[in-house]
């Protein structure tokens, strides 16, 4: 089994920063992808940002982009998303996740295998 704990939520103002946490432990596998997903009151879960533990290659959803950054320390298996510019709008509960696919860069949650429990994040206007 794999567990998945984010860190790092909390209350901000807009135009804040924060900065997320995801360490996995358990099972390990040699080639994967580690996502972040938000999940705001009332709306679908969406994909954010993912990064492949491989190489590093980075996929960003549009309407984060020049503003949040994904990055990994495989020594620690711990996947970062720091937040800046933060709005109003990204409030919501965010998850990591791990993909065991091996082809492709995951952006759908469907294309992910392990969980986190989530952590809040509020941006106040």
């Known amino acids: 089994q794999v567990q998945l704990v984010e860190s790092g939520g909390g209350l901000v103002q807009a135009g804040g920063s924060l900065r997320l946490s995801c360490t996995a432990s358990?099972?390990?596998?040699?080639?994967?992808?580690m996502g972040w997903f938000r999940q705001a009151e009332g709306k679908e879960r969406e994909f954010v940002t993912a990064?492949?533990?491989?190489?590093?290659?980075?996929s960003y959803a549009d309407s984060v982009k020049g503003r949040f950054t994904i990055s990994r320390d495989s020594a620690k298996n711990t996947v970062f998303l720091q937040m800046n510019s933060l709005r109003p709008e990204d409030t919501a509960v965010y998850y990591c996740?791990?993909?065991?696919?091996?082809?492709?860069?995951?952006?759908?949650?469907?294309?992910?295998?392990?969980w986190g429990q989530g952590t809040q994040v509020t941006v106040s206007s």
């Open positions: 990064i492949r533990w491989n190489g590093g290659g980075t």
């Open positions: 358990g099972r390990t596998f040699s080639n994967y992808a």
């Open positions: 996740a791990i993909s065991r696919r091996i082809y492709i860069m995951p952006r759908i949650s469907s294309d992910y295998d392990y």
